[in-house]
Nanobody, 123 residues
Framework: QVQLVESGGGLVQAGGSLRLACAAS????????LAWFRRAPGKDREFVAF????????RYADAVKGRVTISRENAKNTVYLQMNSPEPEDTAAYYC????????????????WGQGTQVIVAS
């Protein structure tokens, strides 16, 4: 079965940097779009960043644009989220999600999710 395992979370000072990783297994990685979402305490889950199957299309939420970079290494079945100059408002559990090409992509539906990695940004 598909497994997505996030890592790299932790405590970081505001203005520092952090790189999250999500290792995938049980799927043909290059046939999937990938995304990062987050859920802050007391808030709904929100979209952070998206990268298409070949890296040709990338999107960011306005709240993080210019401060995060999403990338992927298909040879390693891994997607990354580089966080630069994080702010306390970025404190959240971060989840990666996989979206197969075809109908799910057209519907913008993600069918597989990781368990999340916690990021705490200290001011």
């Amino acid at each position: 079965q598909v497994q997505l395992v996030e890592s790299g979370g932790g405590l970081v000072q505001a203005g520092g940097s952090l790189r999250l990783a999500c290792a995938a297994s049980g799927l043909t990685f290059s046939n999937y779009n990938l995304a990062w979402f987050r859920r802050a305490p007391g808030k709904d889950r929100e979209f952070v960043a998206f990268i298409s199957w070949n890296g040709g299309l990338i999107r960011y939420a306005d709240a993080v644009k210019g401060r995060v970079t999403i990338s992927r290494e298909n040879a390693k079945n891994t997607v990354y989220l580089q966080m630069n100059s994080p702010e306390p408002e970025d404190t959240a559990a971060y989840y990666c999600a996989a979206q197969s090409l075809g109908v799910n992509a057209l519907l913008d539906k993600y069918e597989d999710w990781g368990q999340g990695t916690q990021v705490i940004v200290a001011s």
